[in-house]
């Protein structure tokens, strides 16, 4: 087979098989270099970042800029949203920010959190066994998505009869966000489903300043209202509304991803079962072999070089983190499954400044889940082929039935 340009392999990475599995053309850039210059004209890209070291320097670099710092269209709630939040801002906005969520997640919070994870995670996998009773299929999907937005809504005290309400306007959100989501209908899906979190947030806001809880959401209201925490009230919202979105979506993707990996190697499932302590290092081959997240957009705000290539000021660059833990001159036989490889080290949760302020809730839900989920249910395995989401920005599944014995 001749070997493909730059410009055709990005080209194909919007196609459905692509989407299903993107590791073989993946494969096919880092045969041509660790950044690749695309044709201008061909894509809204200049380059594409698949090389380990180049994407980890190019993540930690803050003169590669976020993209939706610009002022968006007034009618684009989304982009109001997504821009006004941490993860879409430049410094010194973004270090601002940052700080404020920094105060309240600390360590000694999420480690007296993780009893409560615990706790949460054999609640859900109680009602899965009774939805399972007597070689039922269930969806595993459900229990994947039920435990992150579970957690993530008693942290900031969203009420538990409330978590169901939020996956549709995330995922509106979410297909926006993706390679080629960008028509008419999915931008109108996502600034309504936008616009009903914003006024979510809002009325949670009013709420802990009638009646103040100790929750991270009443932390945060306590250090707005006080002056202290050098964020106005809307760009609270909009954290609120990034913070909770990612939080559960890549973790449910985990989750799943997880699950099909593990199904695959009986032997490793049945040592976590032995030794539920295991699950912590699959977690982290899991987020390495499968990233959550496979796309990262930034734009160079100034000439920069970067492993050999010159990319002039003003180029978006298309960073692929599902690549970067994929190449072959980081981790040898990087394709196998490993949970025992020497080395874990991934870009899942990004690196340097914009590392992701959710990473350790993530690592937890992943070691509760799969630390008492092969003890629970010792026999579970798949009840047909799982199915992959349509999305190539977050690499998960739409369906994974299972029996659980």
């Avoid at 005290?157 to 995922?171: A, M, Y």
């Avoid at 160079?300 to 003003?314: F, K, N, V």
């Amino acid at each position: 087979m001749p070997t493909r340009s730059a410009n055709e392999i990005v080209a194909a990475l919007g196609s459905e098989q692509a989407r299903r599995d993107p590791m073989p053309l993946f494969a096919e850039l880092h045969r041509i270099g660790p950044v690749c210059r695309l044709t201008p004209g061909s894509s809204p890209y200049s380059f594409v970042i698949n090389g380990y070291d180049a994407a980890q320097e190019a993540l930690k670099d803050p003169r590669f800029h976020r993209l939706l710092t610009a002022d968006p269209d007034p009618q684009d709630a989304v982009l109001r949203r997504l821009g006004g939040s941490m993860m879409f801002r430049n410094e010194p906005d973004h270090l601002r920010m940052r700080k404020v969520f920094q105060a309240v997640l600390t360590p000694r919070r999420l480690t007296g959190f993780e009893p409560v994870v615990e706790a949460l995670t054999s609640e859900l996998l109680e009602d899965m066994a009774k939805a399972g009773a007597n070689r039922q299929v269930v969806e595993f999907t459900d229990f994947a998505y039920r435990l992150p937005i579970t957690v993530i809504a008693t942290f900031l005290g969203i009420p538990r009869s409330d978590v169901g309400w939020f996956k549709d306007r995330t995922q509106r959100i979410d297909d926006y966000l993706d390679l080629g989501g960008k028509s008419p209908a999915k931008l109108a899906a996502a600034n309504q489903s936008a616009d009903e979190l914003n006024d979510y947030y809002a009325q949670m806001i009013a709420e802990r300043r009638l009646r103040p809880r100790d929750d991270l959401v009443g932390s945060l209201v306590h250090a707005l209202d006080s002056g202290t925490s050098g964020i106005d009230e809307q760009e609270l919202i909009d954290n609120l509304l990034v913070l909770v979105n990612a939080s559960f979506v890549t973790t449910m993707n985990l989750l799943t991803n997880g699950l099909e990996l593990l199904l695959a190697e009986p032997h490793l499932v049945d040592a976590i079962r032995n030794d539920p302590e295991l699950a912590a290092n699959s977690v982290e081959e899991i987020l390495r072999h499968q990233s959550s997240v496979q796309l990262i957009s930034r734009k160079a705000s100034t000439d920069l070089e970067l492993a050999g290539q010159t990319i002039p000021e003003g180029s978006w660059v298309l960073i692929l983190p599902g690549a970067a833990n994929r190449d072959p001159a980081k981790h040898p036989d990087a394709g196998t499954f490993d949970p025992g490889r020497d080395d874990l080290q991934h870009l899942s949760f990004g690196a340097g400044p914009f590392f992701c302020v959710g990473a350790a809730l993530a690592r937890m839900e992943g070691r509760a889940a799969f630390g008492q989920l092969f003890g629970r249910f010792p026999k579970m395995q798949l009840a047909g082929p799982p199915e992959r989401s349509h999305s190539l920005l977050l690499r998960g599944h739409r369906s994974m039935p299972i029996r659980l014995g």
